[in-house]
């Protein structure tokens, strides 16, 4: 599993948005911006674009398909059924919501896999025409002011209103620390079903099966996705000792979303708290697949930026 973490592609941006007017954003902001990069991206490459995707010949070859559906090839490729997990993770945690003409807003977005050159491309068709779209209700509009990618130990501009430079996807590295202690903080929620049901309390073997059913399910988006025999290998010793690790803090905190689709707000919510851990050899061998998901999340709705958590090393 090592291996396939290391071989693992994606491009991380960060993006600068300018504000040209004077309005308000709602508070949890993911789902908005997901929703104004889908439609123009089902613009620019859909035939036709009020027809519903599950019913289009092309569903299994079409750029937008690949990253905002399921298409039955990658649901096929799970040997599962149900939906697959998509190639991108949306975060914004600016809370925020006055905003004058000037005024910036942040948000990154990681692509992942191995058309996330591919995706990055149409993106950028994306950042050209952000100042058309609006947003909110107060119809708010914002530019680009620039775009960085986000490298291991450095970052570069790739996009300005003058200036394009082409991404080069990265493949995920980790180096583990000196440390006694670890500190794991979710940032946003963590949202886990099982059964069908929300689970609204976080335990160690919960985390960890979930960090690695993460693993397991991204396979899909890579050429060296991991084998189920492999995967099973690993979620054989998630046991843990409860000596070595405290839970705290843990509560739900849920996330008002707005969809298009169903026309109405829901709800998105999840555990919020922290997981303080001693070293062990038990943990040394788990860092590995922790620190992948610190990067590309844990749970679901991975997509609207849940389950973001930050590692602390003391």
């Known amino acids: 599993m090592k291996n396939y973490i290391e071989n693992f592609p994606y491009i991380h941006f960060k993006v600068n948005l300018k504000s040209l007017n004077n309005g308000k954003l709602p508070e949890h902001k993911t789902s908005m911006l997901r929703g104004v990069i889908a439609r ?3 613009k620019n490459v859909c035939h036709d674009f009020e027809l519903n995707c599950e019913k289009c010949e092309y569903i299994n070859n079409c750029l937008y398909s690949a990253i905002f559906e399921s298409p039955k090839t990658l649901i ?19 809370r925020h919501q006055e905003y004058k003409k000037g005024d910036l807003l942040t948000f990154e977005i990681i692509l992942f896999g191995k058309k996330a050159e591919l995706f990055a491309t149409n993106l950028y068709h994306v950042f050209e025409q952000f ?3 609006k947003l909110g209700k107060y119809k708010m509009q914002f530019a680009v002011d620039n775009v960085l990618q986000i490298l291991k130990d450095d970052k570069m501009e790739v996009f300005t209103s003058e200036f394009i430079k082409k991404p080069e ?11 006694q202690n670890l500190r794991i903080e979710f940032e946003t929620p963590f949202r886990i079903q099982q059964n069908g049901n929300l689970i609204k309390e ?10 690695h059913h993460r693993i397991f399910q991204l396979g899909i988006h890579t050429d060296t996705a991991i084998e189920r025999s492999s995967f ?3 979620t054989s010793k998630l046991q843990f000792p409860k000596h070595t690790y405290l839970m705290k803090r843990s509560k739900w905190e849920d996330i008002l979303r ?18 303080d851990l001693k070293r062990t050899e038990e943990l040394d061998e788990l860092l590995p697949a922790i620190m992948f998901a610190e990067k590309f999340h844990v749970g679901k709705a991975t997509t609207f930026g849940l389950g973001q958590f930050t590692l602390w090393f003391r």
Request: with cysteine.
């Open 40 to 42: 123009k991206v089902k």
């Open 76 to 94: 096929d490729s799970l040997n599962r059924g149900g939906t697959v997990p998509h190639p991108y993770i949306i975060r914004c945690n600016e």
């Open 131 to 133: 100042h058309l779209f």
């Open 169 to 179: 996807a990265t493949n995920f590295t980790y180096a583990i620390p000196d440390y």
């Open 202 to 211: 976080i335990s160690m073997e919960r985390f960890l099966w979930q960090v």
């Open 232 to 234: 099973k290998a690993y």
């Open 258 to 275: 707005y969809s298009t689709n169903k026309k109405r707000y829901m709800k998105l919510g999840g555990v919020i708290g922290r997981i």
